[in-house]
């Protein structure tokens, strides 16, 4: 016999502790983006999503800031290694478009919408450059290994010099929005990384 008032109770939910909680708490940030933008991201709207305590999410991630990173990290690793064209003007023109496409997606809403936030007094500017590091760059050493490869005659680029195409691409997204058209990729690519990741004698 049915105990009254307990015929229509969900089960708990099984606890969840480490790589899966985060995995569910990273997975809810990722659909709220996607389904409602970065002004909808909240922690009560989050912790709900993925069935987890505030609590838990402020331990791993104290700021909207950090959500977004995090998730963003995540949408970029899932990603596989930069499609080989057979040319370095086709691999960095490849992987720039599919770095563009992605910021049709939760990955522009949480770039825009982190970046806006990074810059507000509580944040402070150096925020931003926490933010954007680590984003968009970590292909180019596997694009200009393969050119090596290839016998193609590359220069071995500063960090610095290593992130402007991705810094291009981003400052054009937060002004312009997406999607992103192939004559900026292609202004990107030809003015600007092939002068810089080429050797003069090449």
Same mark, same amino acid.
């Given at each position: 016999? /049915?105990?009254? !008032?307990?015929?229509?109770?969900?089960?708990?939910? +099984?606890?969840?502790?480490? $790589? $899966?909680?985060?995995?569910? =708490?990273?997975?809810?940030? =990722?659909?709220?983006?996607?389904?409602?933008?970065?002004?909808?991201?909240?922690?009560?709207?989050?912790? *709900?999503?993925?069935?987890? !305590?505030?609590?838990?999410?402020?331990?791993? #991630?104290? /700021?909207?800031?950090?959500?977004?990173?995090?998730?963003? *990290?995540?949408?970029?690793?899932?990603? $596989?290694? +930069?499609?080989?064209?057979?040319?370095?003007?086709?691999?960095?023109? $490849? #992987?720039?478009?599919?770095?563009?496409?992605?910021?049709?997606?939760?990955?522009?809403?949480?770039?825009?919408?982190?970046?806006?936030?990074?810059? /507000?007094?509580?944040?402070?500017?150096?925020?931003?450059?926490?933010?954007?590091?680590? #984003?968009?760059?970590?292909?180019?050493?596997?694009?200009?290994?393969?050119?090596? *490869?290839? !016998?193609?005659?590359?220069? *071995?680029?500063?960090?610095? %010099?290593?992130?402007?195409?991705?810094?291009?691409?981003?400052?054009?997204?937060?002004?312009?929005?997406?999607? =992103?058209?192939?004559?900026?990729?292609?202004? =990107?690519?030809?003015? %600007?990384?092939?002068?810089?990741? /080429?050797?003069?004698?090449?």
């Amino acid at each position: 016999m /049915t105990t009254p !008032g307990r015929e229509h109770r969900l089960p708990p939910r +099984p606890r969840r502790r480490g $790589a $899966a909680l985060e995995d569910a =708490i990273l997975d809810a940030v =990722i659909e709220i983006l996607d389904e409602s933008g970065y002004g909808e991201l909240t922690f009560e709207a989050v912790a *709900q999503r993925a069935g987890a !305590g505030k609590a838990s999410i402020y331990r791993r #991630w104290p /700021t909207r800031v950090d959500l977004a990173r995090a998730a963003a *990290q995540r949408l970029l690793g899932e990603e $596989a290694a +930069p499609p080989d064209t057979g040319s370095l003007r086709g691999d960095l023109r $490849a #992987w720039i478009r599919l770095t563009a496409d992605l910021l049709t997606g939760p990955l522009g809403e949480a770039l825009r919408g982190a970046s806006a936030e990074a810059l /507000t007094p509580t944040h402070g500017g150096g925020r931003l450059s926490s933010l954007s590091s680590g #984003w968009f760059g970590p292909n180019i050493d596997v694009i200009l290994d393969r050119a090596r *490869q290839r !016998g193609e005659s590359v220069v *071995q680029p500063s960090a610095l %010099v290593r992130s402007t195409p991705a810094t291009l691409l981003r400052f054009h997204f937060l002004t312009h929005g997406a999607p =992103i058209d192939d004559e900026i990729i292609d202004g =990107i690519v030809d003015e %600007v990384a092939l002068p810089l990741f /080429t050797s003069p004698r090449a």
